[in-house]
């Protein structure tokens, strides 16, 4: 069992930015692939990036140069910096996790998941 928490959302300008984290606890964090999705009002939870253990990274291709995966096993964590953002970005952000080291872009490839933090950005 893996328990995911994600922090550092909150309510930003347009243009600005935020980097939000996930502690993972419970099994071996160095072995995961860790992934971040995003959720608005009424819409499908949608894929935003995701990281091997080993490194490897994939991106919505809409947000290529924006955001940024990166993860620090030694603090079990996962990071996605945000930069530029735009009021279209404002969701409820997820981490995930899978004990595998493909990097699926949908919701069902994913086993853990943590309970979201919300990210605000206003115009």
């Known amino acids: 069992q893996v328990q995911l928490v994600e922090s550092g959302g909150g309510l930003v300008q347009t243009g600005g930015s935020l980097r939000l984290s996930c502690a993972a606890s419970g099994r071996t964090f160095s072995s995961i692939t860790m992934g971040w999705f995003r959720q608005s009002a009424g819409k499908e939870r949608e894929f935003v990036a995701a990281?091997?253990?080993?490194?490897?990274?994939v991106y919505a291709d809409s947000l290529k140069g924006r955001f940024t995966i990166s993860r620090d096993n030694a603090k079990i964590t996962v990071y996605l910096q945000m930069n530029s953002l735009k009021p279209e970005d404002t969701a409820v952000y997820y981490c995930?996790?899978?004990?595998?080291?493909?990097?699926?872009?949908?919701?069902?490839?994913?086993?853990?998941w943590g309970r979201g933090t919300q990210v605000t950005v206003s115009s």
């Open positions: 995930a996790a899978r004990y595998a080291p493909q990097m699926p872009t949908s919701v069902g490839g994913y086993t853990y």
């Open positions: 990281m091997t253990s080993s490194g490897s990274t």
